[in-house]
């Protein structure tokens, strides 16, 4: 019943994923909107999302949400909130992490020379082809090529794992202390008007009571005198 009536295509699915069709604002809107009113205790929440953008600055591509939700269990918090947390690594944030966190890595390993963004981009890229190229060769009688990989491995994905450990965990801890106390505050305004609405509610049912006439005739009168029978006539 909820199933759409036409399919969406890998091609429009692909599509979504890089740029949404209600635009990036509106992907934003709504994860926040599902955040906000998940059933769960604030902290629990706080630590999930904190779970969920703390694997958005790991190169761990194609596994951010295992990766959240194993987190989130580890940490106690809420597991859905870190799935909707990875929106923080989308393909707009994605270039701003990588470079931010492969420069980190690389000076703190003491890796001679700085990469250009394009390069460190355009590597992932490739480091991804080779890498589904090599696995296609399982079934098939291809030889696998791992040697720019394991330069790949070295140069970029080490550090940018280094980076992102140490850049992910200080926005992690950050976004749980700055989310907690919103999550409270929305909590207790929701319960607040939820118990507005139920006071309305019982207000009105008491009106209506007081204004129904009882069972044994109308309110504040003699009860009505029954019709004449024929017998009567």
Known sequence: MFKRRKPRSYGQMASDMIYPRGGWRRAATYVWHRLRRLPDQPHRIGRGVAAGVFVSFTPL???HFLSAAGVAWLIGGNILAALLATFVGNPVTFPFIAVICVGLGREILGLPGDLEPQRILSEI??????LWQNLRTVLSSERAHWGRFHEFFEQIYWPYMVGGVIIGLAVSIAAHYL??????AYQRRREKKMAERIARVRARAEIVTTATPGADGQKGGAAPRPADSPRDI
């Open 61 to 63: 591509f194609g596994f």
């Open 125 to 130: 890229t490739l480091a991804g082809v080779e």
């Open 179 to 184: 989310t907690v106390p919103v999550f409270r």
